[in-house]
C-alpha cells in the first residue's frame, strides 16, 4: 500500500511540473508571435490604480479632472447622442434626477414609468413647499408670542407699580409700616448702631452733669452748643400722646423715647431739641426699634424741609409759607380771600403742622396714613395735605372769625374722617400755571437769591 502512495505522489507531482511547463512554452510562443491573452484583463488591471500581489499598478497618465470638467465633457457627450431633453431647469439635487432619462447603455423608461417619476417628483417639491411653509407658520406663531410675552412682561412690570402705589395711597398695613418708611426715608448720614450707641452715653453723661450741678447750663457751653436743650425732652415727654398713657413717666416707651430724643440732641447740637420732636420720635419707636428708630429719625429730621423749620430758618418758612399760598389760591380761592380778609397768615397753623408731621393734630392712625404718602412723595405732601384739611373743613371755615378759625386748626376734630380728607387731599392739584410745587418753590427762593445780591449791603461789601 505505502508503494501505491509513493506512486500516486509521484505521479500527481510529474503532472504539475508538466503543466507549467506547457504553459511556460505557451507563454514564449505568444509573445513571439505578438499574442496576448490576458489583454482584456491587463487592461482592466491598469485602468485603476491599486495594489497587485506581485506589485503596484501604475497610475493613470492623465491627471484627475475636476467636477466642472466631467460636467462639461458629460453634456458635450450627451448633446452628441441627443438623448438628453431640453428642460426648463438644471436638475439641482438628486430629487430632480427622477426626471432624467437613463443612460444610453440602460433601457429607456416607459411612459408610465416616466410619468411615475415626474408625479412624484411634484408631490416631493409640494411637500418640500408644504413643510417650508409650515416651519414658516410655526416661525410666525412663536415670534408672535414672543412679542406677546414681552409686551405682557412690560405690562407686568409696570402694573404692580401702580397697584402698589394705589394701596401705598390707601395705607401700609401696620406690620410692614415701619420697615416700608425706614426704607423710604433713607440713610444718606450713614448712622449705625453703635454711633447710636455712642451718642446715647453722650447723653446719660450730660444729664448725670445736670443732675449734679442741678443747673440746665454748663459754664463752658456757648450760644451755639444746644446740647442743654436735654433738660427740655423730659417736660416735653410728658405732653406726648397723653391719651396713651405709653410715653410719661412710668410708661413702657418713656425711657425708650428719652433716650432717642437725647441721643439726637447730642448728635446735632447745633440743632439742639425743638419742641415737636417728640411726637415725630414717638411714632417711630411705636414702628421701629429703638437703633432703627434714631436712624430714621435723624435722617428725616435732615430734610430740608425739617431742617428749615426745626433750625427756625425764618427766610426759608416765609418761602415755604409763600409757596403755600400760591397753590391755596389756586385751589380754594373763597377760603383764601376769607383768610386774607382776616388777616391770618400761614405760619399760624402750619408751623404746628409741619413740627409735629401732622401726629399732633389729627388722630393717630390719620396721622400714619399722612407719614405713607409722605415717606413716598416728599415735602411737597406736607402741603398737600394742609390744603386738604382745608377743603375738607371749609365750609366751616368760612363761618369763623380770626380767633375761632386760628383754635380749630390748631386742634382738629378728633373724629377727622380718614377717608374724606384723603378724598380731599386726592382733588386738590399742586400745579399752577403749569408749575408743580418743585418751580414754584425754586422761583422763589431764586427771587430771594436776587434781593440778597441788590440789596445795599451786599454791593458795599
Known sequence: SSANLNFSYTLSHVSYIFFLLIYFLNGLYCSFKGINLFSRKQREAQSAPGWKLFGKVPLRESPPKDSKTIQQEYEAKVSKSGQRKNLEFEPLSTTALILEDRPANLPAKSEEEAQRHRQEYDEMVAEAKKRELKEAQKKKKQMKERFKQEENSRTSLSQPAVIIMDLWWQGLPPNVRGKVWSLAIGNEMNITSDLYEIFLSRAKERWKSFRETGSEMESDADSADRESSLDLIKLDISRTFPPLFIFQKGGPYHDLLHSVLGA???????????????????????????????????????????????????????????????????????????????????????????????????????????????????????????????????????????????????????????????????????ISGNRKWTQVFNALLKDKEMEKSSSPTVKNS
Open 264 to 430: 439726637y440732641t447730642c448728635y446735632r447740637p447745633d440743632v439742639g431739641y425743638v419742641q415737636g420732636m417728640s411726637f415725630i420720635a414717638a411714632v417711630l419707636i411705636l414702628n421701629l426699634e429703638e437703633a432703627e428708630a434714631f436712624i430714621a429719625f435723624t435722617n428725616l429730621l435732615n430734610k430740608p424741609c425739617q431742617m428749615a423749620f426745626f433750625r427756625v430758618d425764618h427766610e426759608l418758612m416765609l418761602k415755604y409759607f409763600a409757596a403755600f399760598e400760591v397753590f391755596f389760591e389756586e385751589n380754594l380761592p373763597r377760603l383764601f380771600n376769607h383768610f386774607k380778609s382776616s388777616n391770618l397768615t400761614p405760619d399760624l397753623y402750619l408751623i404746628d403742622w409741619i413740627f409735629t408731621l401732622y401726629t399732633k393734630s389729627l388722630p393717630l392712625d390719620v396721622a400714619c396714613r399722612v407719614w405713607d404718602v409722605f415717606c413716598r412723595d416728599g415735602e411737597e405732601f406736607l402741603f398737600r395735605t394742609g390744603l386738604g384739611i382745608l377743603r375738607l373743613y371749609e365750609e366751616v371755615l368760612l363761618q369763623m372769625d380770626f380767633i375761632h378759625i386760628a383754635q380749630f386748626l390748631t386742634r382738629l376734630p378728633e373724629d377727622t374722617p380718614s377717608e374724606r380728607l384723603f378724598s380731599c387731599i386726592a382733588n386738590t392739584q399742586m
